[in-house]
C-alpha cells in the first residue's frame, strides 16, 4: 500500500510539473515572417532607392511598399497605427517625422515620439547651388548683392511649408537677408528650375543637387552641414566663409521607425540586422550613387537625435 502511494505521489508531481511547465511563455524568435518596410514617398526616389538596397542586403526577408501622400504623413500614419509586432516598419527622415508635428502635415502631431527608433542609416548633407545663369560663384557675393537688392533673388528647394523652406527661412534671416521662395513640387521640379535659370538659387541635399553640379548648369556655393561632402570636398561649409555660423548642420538622416508600443528588444533586433546589411557592398554603392554620407545610429541615438531636431523644427517654425 505504501508502494503504491509512493508511486501515486510521484505521478502527481510528474504532472505537476508538466502542468507548470506549460505556463512559460514561448520564446519568440523575430523576424520569422515578412517584414513590410513602409516608404512614405514615390517609388524610385532616394527614400525607395535606399529601402530596396537594404531589404536585398538583410538576412531576413523584406518588402518595400510605397504609400504616399499627405507630404510623407500618410505612409507614416499607416505604420503608427499598425500592429506593433516589428512586421511594419516606416523607412523616412527624421526631419519630415519632426517637422510633421509643426507643419500641419501629420494628424497626430505627437507622432515623432510615439514611433519607437530602430535604426538610422545614413545622411544626406544640405548644400546651397546657384545657376549658372546667375553668376554667382561665392556665399559672399551672393549675401552682398542680396543685402543691396532685398527680394531680388529666387530661391527654391522644396514644396511650401516643408522642412527644407524651414531651413531656407533660417538661413535667410541668420544672413540677414531676403530671397523670395518659389515652392516646386519635389526636388526634381526644383533642382530643374535652378537649372534652366527660372530660379537664381536652391538649397536642399547632396544628393539632388549632384545633377546640377555634374552638368554644369549650377555652380555649388557651400555646404550646411558641419563637415565638407565628401564627395564635392572643393565646396566649403558656410562656417567656413562666413562666422557665426559654427553651430548649422543641416543633414537629413534616413532612419526605420517601428509603431508605438514595439518592444524594445524587437527594434534593437531589427537595429542590428540593418547595421550588419550595411556593410554589404551594393548597399554602399547604392547610398554612394546617391551621395548619402553612411552612418549607423542605433535606437538609444537615433531617439536623441529625433529629439534634438524636433527643437530644432520648434525654434525655427516660431
Known amino acids: 500500500m505504501k508502494k503504491l502511494l509512493t508511486v501515486l505521489l510521484c505521478l502527481a508531481m510528474v504532472f505537476c510539473m508538466a502542468a507548470c511547465g506549460s505556463d512559460e511563455p514561448e520564446e519568440v524568435v523575430y523576424p520569422d515572417g515578412t517584414i513590410n518596410v513602409v516608404v512614405p514617398f514615390a517609388a524610385g526616389g532616394g527614400q525607395h532607392v535606399l529601402a530596396t538596397a537594404i531589404s536585398a542586403a538583410v538576412d531576413a ?156 548648369d549650377c555652380v555649388g556655393i557651400c555646404m550646411l552641414s558641419a563637415e565638407r561632402s565628401s564627395y564635392y570636398p572643393e565646396i566649403p561649409t558656410v562656417s567656413e566663409v562666413l562666422e557665426g555660423f559654427d553651430a548649422y548642420d543641416f543633414t537629413i538622416y534616413r532612419c526605420y521607425m517601428l509603431p508605438p508600443e514595439t518592444d524594445a528588444a524587437v527594434a534593437d533586433t531589427l537595429g542590428g540586422i540593418i547595421e550588419t546589411a550595411m556593410s554589404n557592398a551594393d548597399f554602399v554603392a547604392s547610398c554612394e550613387s546617391m551621395f548619402l554620407e553612411v552612418g549607423f545610429m542605433d535606437r538609444e541615438k537615433t531617439t536623441e537625435v529625433i529629439t534634438n531636431v524636433y527643437n530644432e523644427c520648434g525654434e525655427m517654425y516660431k
Open 61 to 216: 526577408t523584406m518588402v518595400v511598399t510605397n504609400v504616399t501622400g499627405g507630404g510623407g504623413s500618410t505612409g507614416a500614419m499607416e505604420v503608427l497605427h499598425s500592429n506593433p509586432d516589428g512586421y511594419t516598419v516606416l523607412c523616412s527622415t527624421l526631419q519630415n517625422i519632426a517637422a510633421g508635428a509643426y507643419n500641419g502635415t501629420y494628424q497626430e502631431a505627437d507622432a515623432w515620439e510615439k514611433f519607437v527608433p530602430a535604426a538610422t542609416v545614413a545622411g544626406d548633407r544640405m548644400m546651397m547651388i546657384a545657376s549658372k545663369a546667375s553668376g554667382f560663384t561665392s556665399l559672399e557675393d551672393i549675401v552682398e548683392y542680396s543685402k543691396a537688392n532685398p527680394g531680388k533673388l529666387t530661391v527654391t528647394g522644396a514644396t511650401a511649408n516643408s522642412y527644407t523652406q524651414l531651413v531656407i527661412e533660417k538661413f535667410m534671416a541668420d544672413l540677414g537677408v531676403e530671397w523670395e521662395f518659389v515652392p516646386f513640387d519635389g526636388e526634381n521640379a526644383c533642382r530643374n528650375a535652378c537649372m534652366g535659370g527660372q530660379v537664381d538659387l536652391c538649397i536642399f541635399g547632396t544628393a539632388a543637387s549632384s545633377t546640377a553640379i555634374d552638368s554644369g
